[in-house]
């Protein structure tokens, strides 16, 4: 049961809104308050600081609003409409008079029964869709933003950093989620690959394959209706989307893994070298998979 919060309230409630609503659904999660009407989304961040994200002023949450905003447009124009602020006067209004408390991000609702994953589960995904997704992705890559600071990112001593990370923050849970054994052994192959492919990852960014990538794209974030749509880039913290462009791909690939699919991950594999013609993505797509593998294990 949520404490009594005011904004929430407000929000759960019709009137606050410049339309129609129907039922108001609430959905929260550690970071922000959703609100499901029945044609809009409207999401509110919490007024949290995590280290790895900072929404703590009402200027930081408008700002992460307007990013979210911006970068989702990215791949789902028609999905992501405004940040709209919510102020006090007599009561809580969107787009009202008086102060601004608070903003939301306003996104057109879309049937959660063409999420991806649901749709795997019933067996409606299949290779036409995989070659679609292929495509839109390889686009966005290709025409998604990169530069020097970017670049970084893509760096042996940065994704070195990450792993590290990795390794320090789950350590403690060594034989309880994760044998000894097997921990140890990941280290050392991680290690190893790093520390034998030095060349490679420099190629990558002389290649211009390091991007402003999505950063979680996995079959959660992917509606499938007439038109498909790659939503919820990460807009939190710019070091979760600037990668080698490998690990979208592996993030996608990894869940199809996970999923049973095999067959559809190698399949959107295969098409997305073709589109994007890099050959050189097969060296580190296992790199990679671990990595993904290994966030979200850290994460779910």
């Not at 703590?56 to 949450?61: N, Y």
């Not at 839109?136 to 893509?154: D, L, M, P, R, Y």
């Not at 790093?194 to 794209?217: P, Q, V, W």
């Not at 600037?242 to 559809?264: E, G, I, P």
Request: net charge positive.
């Amino acid at each position: 049961m949520l404490a009594r919060n005011p904004l929430v309230e407000a929000m759960l409630n019709p009137q606050t809104y410049p339309e129609p609503t129907g039922k108001i659904e609430l959905i929260q999660t550690h970071i922000s308050f959703v609100f499901v009407t029945q044609n809009y989304v409207y999401k509110v961040k919490k007024p949290v600081n995590f280290g790895f994200l900072d929404f703590s002023t009402l200027e930081k949450r408008r700002a992460n609003c307007e990013k979210e905003l911006q970068l989702n447009r990215r791949l789902c124009p028609e999905i992501y409409l405004e940040v709209v602020p919510i102020n006090q006067s007599k009561t809580l209004k969107i787009k009202g008079e008086g102060k601004t408390v608070e903003y939301a991000l306003k996104m057109k609702r879309l049937p959660q029964e063409c999420i991806m994953t649901q749709l795997l589960q019933e067996g409606k995904i299949d290779k036409k869709i995989i070659d679609q997704i292929a495509a839109i992705v390889a686009k966005f890559h290709s025409q998604a933003q990169t530069n020097s600071e970017i670049s970084e990112f893509g760096s042996l001593r940065t994704v070195k950093t990450n792993w590290d990370e990795n390794f320090t923050q789950t350590v403690k849970y060594i034989n309880q989620t994760v044998p000894k054994a097997d921990f140890e052994f990941m280290q050392t192959k991680i290690n190893s690959f790093m520390d034998t492919n030095k060349a490679l990852f420099e190629s990558r960014i002389s290649d211009k394959r390091i991007r402003d990538c999505h950063g979680d794209l996995h079959s959660g974030n992917i509606f499938v209706t007439d038109k498909i749509c790659i939503f919820d880039a990460i807009e939190f913290n710019d070091r979760f989307r600037y990668s080698d462009v490998t690990a979208d791909v592996a993030f996608l690939a990894m869940d199809l893994d996970y999923q049973k699919r095999t067959d559809l991950a190698d399949y959107f594999i295969a098409q997305y070298i073709i589109y994007s013609k890099d050959t050189q993505l097969k060296q580190l797509l296992p790199f990679y998979k671990c990595y993904r593998a290994y966030v979200r294990g850290k994460v779910v």
